[in-house]
């Protein structure tokens, strides 16, 4: 389905740059959908309407976050619409797919949010890029951060899935190089959230410290259960930013002072945050998170390409090389690319104060994921 841009077009038709968001807008990821389009779509409208001085039209796919169908929902954008840049997604699973299929058409794709290492590691290529993270960069922080706390000690726990068995081995890297240990790693089938066997099992561990990968509900849950169990006043309780990230209110008062790392923080002291926070408060009547940052970030990526290639979407290796080589001055603060064309950003100490994810420290600038297994 097109979506209008909602401008008055000189040029004609053909002469507009064509944008294809693939995007979960139904079910559980709907509202990060949304987030990241929004995002996408005020970076455009800062610039006039405009990307490299071409208009934009849009297409769109909710791609439901479901894998099965990500190869036919990607070749709709890819060969019926025939996209210059295609945008996706948020499930890993999802983007995996979409990344084979750009790699194949030879249509650039930016990845706005799944954080699965393969894409910007094994799976890396020109025409590849992301505007978000890797599972391993806020984990590999808080594996950091554990080890100056001086906890020797940590039970890990999450789904068993690639974002959270990415996010163990990540912290897992970072705590065991400074010497710590991890005792025991526990899993549990995603989405179950029947944490009580294992609430039971660290009680009996005695662990200096829990880290854990859950976001959403499934962890507003957990942190509920987590202190329900009182283990919150014992066991320090550690996470990946996404444990708190869009859920605070849900878990009220049991993740007051939780302290976990990400990309993003509230309370950046930072110009372009606080125009960015201000302008999509006024535009979506809502307070923007993680996920629009990512979506405004895209934009700003491709913009930098296209500037490159003279406005010419169709000089891609220009626009390559454009985004190659992009300075990004992005609310979460200035990044640049690594080889592999993932972010190389700081990633933020949070910590639960008065309903937000406040900053409280930046525990590794400019954090490089290893891309490991990219031949870029």
């Not at 499934?218 to 942190?223: I, L, M, P, R, S």
Request: hydrophobic share 40%; net charge positive; glycine share 10%.
């Amino acid at each position: 389905m097109a979506l209008s841009a909602g401008l008055v077009c000189n040029a004609s038709a053909d002469d507009k740059i064509k944008v294809g968001f693939m995007l979960p807008y139904t079910g559980t990821y709907a509202a990060l959908g949304n987030a990241i389009t929004n995002g996408f779509k005020q970076y455009v409208a800062e610039q006039g309407g405009k990307l490299g001085g071409r208009e934009i039209e849009y297409f769109t796919v909710d791609d439901e976050s479901d894998p099965a169908k990500a190869t036919e929902n990607a070749n709709k954008l890819v060969k019926r619409d025939k996209v210059d840049l295609l945008v996706g997604t948020v499930h890993s699973g999802v983007a995996l797919a979409m990344a084979k299929v750009a790699r194949e058409s030879k249509t650039l794709l930016i990845v706005p949010n799944a954080g699965a290492d393969e894409i910007t590691g094994p799976l890396c290529a020109p025409n590849v890029f992301r505007s978000s993270f890797t599972n391993w960069q806020p984990a590999y922080a808080m594996g950091k951060v554990a080890a100056q706390k001086g906890y020797k000690k940590v039970v890990t726990l999450t789904w068993k899935y690639a974002a959270g068995l990415q996010s163990i081995e990540g912290f897992k890297e970072a705590f065991e190089q400074s010497g710590g240990k991890v005792v025991k790693d526990m899993t549990l089938p995603f989405p179950n959230v029947e944490f009580q066997p294992f609430l039971t099992e660290i009680a009996s561990l005695k662990p200096d410290a829990v880290f854990v990968f859950f976001a959403g509900a499934g962890a507003a849950k957990f942190v509920k259960d987590y202190a329900a169990a009182g283990l919150n006043k014992t066991v320090p309780l550690l996470g990946s930013g996404f444990l708190t990230d869009g859920n605070l209110d849900a878990m009220g008062d049991s993740g007051k002072s939780l302290q976990t790392t990400l990309h993003y923080a509230d309370g950046l002291d930072n110009k372009k945050d606080q125009a960015f926070r201000l302008t999509y408060a006024k535009t979506y009547k809502m307070q923007p998170d993680v996920y629009a940052v990512q979506g405004y970030d895209a934009a700003q990526l491709y913009s930098a390409g296209l500037k490159a290639a003279g406005g010419d979407a169709g000089k891609q290796a220009e626009v390559i090389k454009g985004m190659e080589a992009a300075k990004i001055d992005s609310p979460r603060g200035a990044f640049t690319l690594s080889k592999a064309h993932n972010p190389v950003q700081d990633i933020y100490l949070r910590e639960v104060q008065g309903g937000q994810n406040k900053v409280i420290g930046i525990p590794t600038k400019a954090l490089a994921d290893p891309a490991r297994g990219c031949k870029l």
